[in-house]
C-alpha cells in the first residue's frame, strides 16, 4: 500500500550491503556444493535462468546463516554433541545447518519439510535438495507422500526421513 514504508537497511546491513551481496554470489560460483546443485539441476533438465537465480539466492542465504550461526556456536561452552540445531523450513536455513555440520561433523542437524520447500513442480526447482539428503540427520515430512517423494525424487536415505504430521493424531 502507498501508505506502507519498508526500511530495508536493517537487511543491507547483515547482509553486508550490495557490493557484498555480489561478492558472495561471484564466490558460489567457486565453491563446489554450489557446482554440484547447477550440475544436478543440468542432469535433471532444470537448467534455467529462474533456477539458477533460486540456486544462487539459497546459497549466499545459507552462507550468511551459516556464518552467523558458527559465530554462535563458537561462543557457547557446550560440546559439539550437545547441539542440535532445528530449521523449521526445508529452505535455505536447511542448508546452512547442513553446512555447519560439515564444519562440525558431531552436531546434529534436522529438519521439516512441508509442502513449498519440498516439491517440485515443472516450473520450479527445489535447490540443495540432494547435498541436505546426505547431511542432514534427520528429515520430519509433515505428509507420508513427503516421505516417499524425498526418496523418490532426491534420493533421501530413507533412514533419515521420519515421517510427522503437524498439529493432527493419526
Given at each position: 500500500?502507498?501508505?506502507?514504508?519498508?526500511?530495508?537497511?536493517?537487511?543491507?546491513?547483515?547482509?553486508?550491503?550490495?557490493?557484498?551481496?555480489?561478492?558472495?554470489?561471484?564466490?558460489?560460483?567457486?565453491?563446489?556444493?554450489?557446482?554440484?546443485?547447477?550440475?544436478?539441476?543440468?542432469?535433471?533438465?532444470?537448467?534455467?535462468?529462474?533456477?539458477?537465480?533460486?540456486?544462487?539466492?539459497?546459497?549466499?542465504?545459507?552462507?550468511?546463516?551459516?556464518?552467523?550461526?558458527?559465530?554462535?556456536?563458537?561462543k557457547?561452552?557446550?560440546?559439539?554433541?550437545?547441539?542440535?540445531?532445528?530449521?523449521?523450513?526445508?529452505?535455505?536455513?536447511?542448508?546452512?545447518?547442513?553446512?555447519?555440520?560439515?564444519?562440525?561433523?558431531?552436531?546434529?542437524?534436522?529438519?521439516?519439510?512441508?509442502?513449498?520447500?519440498?516439491?517440485?513442480?515443472?516450473d520450479?526447482?527445489?535447490?540443495?535438495?540432494?547435498?541436505?539428503?546426505?547431511?542432514?540427520?534427520?528429515?520430519?515430512?509433515?505428509?507420508?507422500?513427503?516421505?516417499?517423494?524425498?526418496?523418490?525424487?532426491?534420493a533421501?536415505?530413507?533412514?533419515?526421513?521420519?515421517?510427522?504430521?503437524?498439529g493432527?493424531?493419526?
Amino acid at each position: 500500500p502507498l501508505n506502507v514504508y519498508v526500511n530495508d537497511s536493517i537487511m543491507e546491513a547483515q547482509f553486508g550491503g550490495l557490493m557484498l551481496k555480489y561478492f558472495r554470489i561471484f564466490l558460489a560460483f567457486f565453491n563446489k556444493h554450489f557446482l554440484q546443485d547447477l550440475t544436478t539441476m543440468w542432469k535433471r533438465g532444470k537448467f534455467k535462468y529462474s533456477n539458477i537465480r533460486v540456486s544462487v539466492d539459497f546459497f549466499t542465504r545459507a552462507k550468511f546463516y551459516s556464518k552467523l550461526l558458527n559465530a554462535f556456536v563458537r561462543k557457547q561452552k557446550w560440546s559439539e554433541k550437545e547441539i542440535c540445531l532445528y530449521s523449521y523450513w526445508y529452505d535455505a536455513s536447511a542448508v546452512s545447518i547442513s553446512f555447519l555440520k560439515l564444519k562440525y561433523p558431531e552436531l546434529k542437524v534436522i529438519t521439516r519439510a512441508h509442502r513449498f520447500d519440498l516439491y517440485e513442480t515443472e516450473d520450479t526447482y527445489q535447490p540443495f535438495k540432494y547435498f541436505t539428503g546426505k547431511i542432514l540427520d534427520k528429515i520430519f515430512p509433515v505428509a507420508e507422500s513427503g516421505s516417499t517423494y524425498l526418496v523418490k525424487k532426491f534420493a533421501t536415505p530413507s533412514s533419515k526421513i521420519f515421517h510427522h504430521n503437524l498439529g493432527v493424531d493419526n
